[in-house]
């Protein structure tokens, strides 16, 4: 029988988190959950990787993910004493490939609904670097010599109309439509446009644009609960703004992922991104502030930093109250938004009945095309509303949800709803029975459209 080298790397790991093998297992399996995969291991599987056995390639990064997030930083195969993986085998683990390319190849993957699940199954890392504006705005550009095709401004006003009309679909109809039609108009448009030859200034341009398409591709692949995805577009979203020198478009990437860390409940993380979005932002207007504070003010609130968390509420506020009343397809943030903030604020901190209160404020304000923000601002007040006892209410919040949800298809909404059938297994009033069996009719209708 042939004996196995103890991982020493692995051990000098374990040590430095300050864990027993227990410890690394449920914090294995709690990665594992977050990303939709079996979790499973237990302490006896962390004693067989100390003693020298190789977890299956599976495995492997959830350990590393588990232990960067107690580390602090990233980790390595290398330091855990295990082989790289091979790149170009996984969609979510780049190999050597410049910013435009790896675009590509992520939504190649994700317009194939057999790559996505692969795609889907990647780990969102609460530990990974995020590099400096300035850092990618001092990045050589690829020269697009020897390219045939030429674009000009006409080219960067259809990828900036596709981005809105996208958007649109996304607020109407759910993101489970808008975001294929976003990857394919990355990969079969954008992409090539990007390799194109073109003036400087034209260039600079198309690259912000597809920064702005990129953001709101990760934006939905995250709120669609796809995280790894969601963090991979994101990042791309972040070097295409760098190379672009749009300062504006970074850090609104910056704060979509605070929002990504905040909804993972990575309170630490949420708030130091929220913080880094906003010492990045170019002297703006008001609604860019009352953007970015917003998310401090809901990342502050996560820590338990009260005073921090109420202060920057009043700051978002009193921006938004100088800003004008247009409204942004991307990066948009109004009354709807801010209420939003202070109800994820007042619930962060404990408050339920204010954070009912706020969420109430946020969708009477909200515009009738965001059925999918309201399904998702309705869905969670309902659940509060349940928490504070209050039955009749949160029926009737329900079928408020039911009336957006039956027109979307979103896994957020579809979150939501498995929400509202669990707790309403044994309903103990006429409204809930008869909101039961509505309930039932539209997941039937659903399951065989």
Partial sequence: MTERTPNTGLAALLAATGWTQSQLAGAVNRVAREAGRPG???????SKWLGGTVPRAAVRPLVLEALARRLGRPVTYAEAGWPPPVAGSD????????????LVSTGRADMDPARRTVLAASLYSAALPVPLFRDLSEQTESAATGRTTRIGPGEVATVRTM???????????????????????????????????????????????????????????????????????????????GAAEDHVTYCRTLRGMALQAANLKHGRRALELADSAAEAAPAGGPRLHAFLAGQQAHGAALVGDRRQAFARLRETEAALS?????????????????HFHVSSV????????????????????????????????????????????????????????????EGLSSSRADEHFDVLARRLRSPRTPAARELRERAADIALRKATA
Wanted: hydrophobic share 40%.
């Fill in 322 to 338: 100088r800003a004008d009343d247009r409204r942004d397809h991307l990066g948009g943030y109004d009354l709807a938004a801010y």
């Fill in 346 to 405: 007042a619930y962060a901190l404990g408050d339920v009945p204010a954070s009912v209160r706020a969420m109430q404020d946020s969708n009477r304000v909200r515009p009738p095309v965001e059925r999918q923000g309201r399904a998702h601002a309705t869905g969670l007040l309902a659940q509060r509303q349940m928490e504070m006892g209050h039955m009749d209410a949160a029926c009737e919040t329900w079928g408020r949800f039911l009336d957006d949800y």
């Fill in 40 to 46: 499973g291991c237990d302490k006896h599987n962390v």
């Fill in 91 to 102: 969609p979510a683990v780049p190999g050597a490939e410049d910013t435009v390319e790896g």
């Fill in 163 to 241: 981005t809105e009309r996208i958007a649109g679909i996304l607020d109407e109809l759910g993101g489970a439509h808008a975001r294929p039609m976003a990857a394919a108009f990355l990969v079969n448009t954008v992409g090539p446009w990007l390799r194109a030859s073109a003036s400087g200034s034209v260039r600079r341009s198309m690259l912000a644009a597809a920064s702005d398409l990129v953001y709101l591709t990760g934006w939905m692949a995250m709120y669609e609960r796809d995280h790894g995805l969601g963090q991979r577009y994101y990042l791309q979203a972040l070097e295409l703004a």
